[in-house]
C-alpha cells in the first residue's frame, strides 16, 4: 500500500490541509446534526436502468443503511484495509456502500458500469479484491455473469437487487440482528480505528496508453482537493446538488460529493446521462448546484426551445469540464440564464483548478482560464495557502517556464496529489521526477499577466504542420459554436510534406452538413491562423468517448484514418 511519508504528513498537518478527520466521522457528524434532512435520493427512472423503486433517505436512514453494511462486510470477514472492488451504478445503495467501507477502515475500488471482462481482468489481478460487489440487474449489462467468469473461489461475491445468484451475499436483503451487529461494529471500531491518512479509494485513470492504474487516495487527500471548489462553487449549508457523473472518478467524488459532505447537503443521483431525466430532476427536485459535459451544456445553450421549458431559477452554479469549454456558451448561461458556468480541470491523481466568478467575470476568460498558484482556505482553517503547487517544463530542454504564451508540461505537488500508482512502481517512477514532482502529460501556457494558465492539450495530441505546434483542443473548442455541428474532434493526419496535417472529425447537427469551406469561413470570421485549419474532414455518426465522457481522440483518429483508407 502507498502512503505519505511521515514529512509530508507533518507538513501537510502543520499548514492545515491534512488533519485527523476521515469521510466516515464527517458523514456522521451530519447525520447526528441533521437526522431528518434529505440526504439522498434516487434518480425518478432508477427501475429502468437498475432496479427498484427510487428512494429518498434522509440522514438518519441512510446511517442505518451504512451501519447495515458494514456489519454485513464484517461478517463476511472482510478485514481493515481489504479491496472491495465495486461495479454499480449511481443509485443509494453505492453511496451506502462507500461510507460503510469507509466506517469499517477497507478500501472500495470503484469501477464504470461499462467495464467487461477484459477491462474487469486487469482491475483484479491488479488490487486483488477480497470482495467483488455488483447489481444483479443493470440495464445492458450482466455484471454477475461477468465477475462469476473472473473472481473464482478467493474473491466474495455480493450483489444488490433481486435474484441472488447462488454463492453470492444479498446486499439488498440479508438477515440482520440489530443488537449483536451494532455489537459487531463496535467492537471492530475500537479494535481498528482509521486513520485520514489510510487509503480509502482506489480510482483508475482512463489509462490513454491501455494499461489500467490504480490511483490510492487516502481521506486526507479527498478533503484537500476538496477545498478548491468550496469557494468556486459557491456552495451553502444544506444545498441540494444533483450529480449526473458516475460515482468512480474526481467530478463525483471529489467535486459533489465532498461538498454534500460539506454542507451537509442533499445529493440527487443521476444515471445514465439523459438529458430529458436530467432536466426533469432540475425542475423538480430544484437543485442549487450541478455538473455537465460540455457537450451537453453546447447543446442546451444552442435549443432556447428546451431551456424554455426548464425552470433553471434554482440553479446558482454549474460545473464543467473534461474538455475545452466554448466561450459563447458560457456566456449564453449567464447573461440568458443567470447561471454561472465554473470551468473544472481535473484527475483523479488530485489535479483541481477551477475558475469561478470571483477569479474572471468575463465568461470568456473563464471559459479558457485557470488561476495559477492560488491560495484557499485550508480544511482545518489554519491559513489560506496553496493546495497544489505547478509549474511548467519546457518540452525542448526541460526547462522550468516562467515566460506568457510558451507551452510546456504541467508538473504539480502539494496535499491533494497522490503518492504513487497502486501496485506499478515503474509507472510510478515515470510518473514523478526525482524532486517529487507529479508529470501530468498536460500542455498549459501561463496566460495574461502571469496569474493565470490556459490549456493548450495534452503532450502526445499536439498536431506538429511544418514544425509549428497546433493544439487540437484549440480547434474543438472554436468550432463547438458552430451551428452546424454537434460534435468535433481534431487529429492529426499524416503527411509526406509537413510531417501532418489537421484532420477534423465532426457529427452534423440534425440534417445539416458542413464543407472545408464552411468550416473556414467560420474560422476565418474568428481570427484562426490560416495554419491551424482542417484540411480533410471525416463524417462520424457519434465520436468515441469514455466512461467519463471524454472523447477519445486517438480512437477518433484511427477510426477517421480507416475511413479515409477505405475511401469513406
Known amino acids: 500500500m502507498i502512503a505519505a511519508g511521515e514529512e509530508k504528513r507533518q507538513k501537510y498537518r502543520a499548514s492545515g490541509w491534512w488533519g485527523d478527520q476521515t469521510l466516515s466521522d464527517m458523514f456522521l457528524a451530519n447525520a447526528a446534526a441533521y437526522p431528518d434532512r434529505i440526504a439522498l435520493v434516487d434518480a425518478p427512472n432508477r427501475e429502468i436502468f437498475a432496479f427498484g423503486e427510487p428512494r429518498r433517505l434522509s440522514y438518519a436512514e441512510l446511517k442505518s443503511d451504512i451501519d447495515r453494511l458494514s456489519c454485513i462486510l464484517l461478517r463476511a470477514g472482510v478485514a481493515k484495509d481489504d479491496v472491495i472492488l465495486a461495479q454499480l451504478p449511481n443509485i443509494s445503495e453505492f453511496v451506502a456502500l462507500y461510507f460503510a467501507v469507509a466506517q469499517i477502515g477497507a478500501i472500495i475500488s470503484p469501477t464504470a458500469v461499462q467495464y467487461r471482462s477484459h477491462e474487469l481482468k486487469s482491475l483484479i489481478e491488479i488490487v486483488e479484491p477480497k470482495v467483488f460487489v455488483c447489481a444483479t ?62 487509503i480509502f479509494t482506489i480510482c483508475w485513470t482512463s489509462g490513454t496508453t491501455g494499461t489500467p492504474k490504480g490511483v490510492p487516495r487516502s481521506h486526507n487527500h479527498w478533503a484537500a482537493v476538496a477545498a478548491a471548489g468550496y469557494e468556486a462553487l459557491k456552495v451553502e449549508q444544506g444545498d441540494i446538488l444533483l450529480n449526473p ?31 430529458a431525466v436530467f432536466l426533469e430532476q432540475i425542475n423538480t427536485e430544484r437543485p442549487n ?13 444552442q435549443n432556447p426551445a428546451l431551456l424554455a421549458n426548464v425552470d433553471l431559477s434554482c440553479l446558482r452554479v454549474i460545473a464543467s469540464g473534461s474538455a475545452p469549454l466554448s466561450p459563447d456558451m458560457v456566456r449564453e448561461f449567464q447573461e440568458k440564464c443567470g447561471i454561472i458556468i465554473v470551468n473544472v480541470f481535473g484527475s483523479n491523481e488530485g489535479m483541481s483548478f477551477i475558475t469561478g466568478e470571483a477569479d474572471a467575470p468575463d465568461p470568456e476568460l473563464r471559459a479558457c482560464l485557470f488561476p495559477r498558484n492560488k491560495p484557499y482556505q485550508s480544511p482545518y482553517g489554519v491559513v489560506r ?74 503532450c502526445k495530441d499536439l498536431i506538429i504542420r511544418g514544425g509549428m505546434n497546433i493544439s487540437p483542443e484549440e480547434i474543438d473548442q472554436l468550432l463547438e459554436g458552430h451551428p452546424a455541428l454537434a460534435e468535433v474532434s481534431a487529429f492529426s493526419l499524416p503527411d509526406p510534406t ?33 495554419f491551424k485549419f482542417p484540411e480533410r474532414l471525416v463524417r462520424f455518426d457519434s465520436l468515441p468517448r469514455n466512461v467519463t465522457n471524454k472523447v477519445m481522440r486517438s480512437e477518433v483518429r484511427e477510426r477517421a484514418l480507416a475511413m479515409i483508407k477505405e475511401g469513406n
Open 137 to 198: 440487474k443493470v440495464k445492458g449489462c450482466d455484471h454477475v455473469k461477468v465477475a462469476q467468469s473472473l473472481i473464482g473461489d478467493s474473491v466474495r461475491l455480493m450483489t444488490f437487487g433481486p435474484d441472488t445468484p447462488s454463492g453470492a451475499i444479498d446486499l439488498s436483503n440479508a438477515a440482520n440482528d440489530k443488537d449483536a451487529d451494532t455489537a459487531i461494529l463496535l467492537d471492530h471500531v475500537a479494535a481498528n480505528p482509521v486513520n485520514a491518512d489510510d
Open 289 to 301: 448546484l450541478t455538473i455537465a459535459p460540455p457537450a451537453v451544456l453546447n447543446m442546451l445553450a
Open 498 to 530: 509537413l510531417g501532418e496535417r489537421v484532420g477534423l472529425a465532426y457529427v452534423p447537427r440534425a440534417d445539416n452538413d458542413v464543407t472545408l469551406d464552411d468550416i473556414s469561413e467560420y474560422l476565418c470570421a474568428k481570427d484562426f491562423a490560416i
Open 385 to 458: 495557502s496553496i493546495n497544489i503547487e505547478s509549474r511548467l517544463i519546457s518540452q525542448n530542454d526541460g526547462s522550468v517556464i516562467e515566460e506568457c504564451d510558451i507551452a510546456g508540461e504541467l508538473q504539480i505537488r502539494g496535499p491533494s496529489l497522490f503518492e504513487g500508482y497502486y501496485g506499478s512502481p515503474e509507472q510510478t517512477e515515470e510518473a514523478f521526477t526525482e524532486d517529487g514532482w507529479f508529470c501530468t502529460g498536460d500542455l498549459f501556457e501561463i496566460a495574461g499577466d502571469g496569474a493565470f494558465y490556459r490549456f493548450v492539450g495534452r
Open 245 to 275: 457523473f458516475p460515482l468512480i472518478n474526481m467530478a463525483s467524488i471529489g467535486g459533489i460529493t465532498m461538498c454534500w459532505l460539506t454542507i451537509a447537503g442533499t445529493m440527487v443521483l443521476h444515471h445514465p446521462f439523459d438529458p
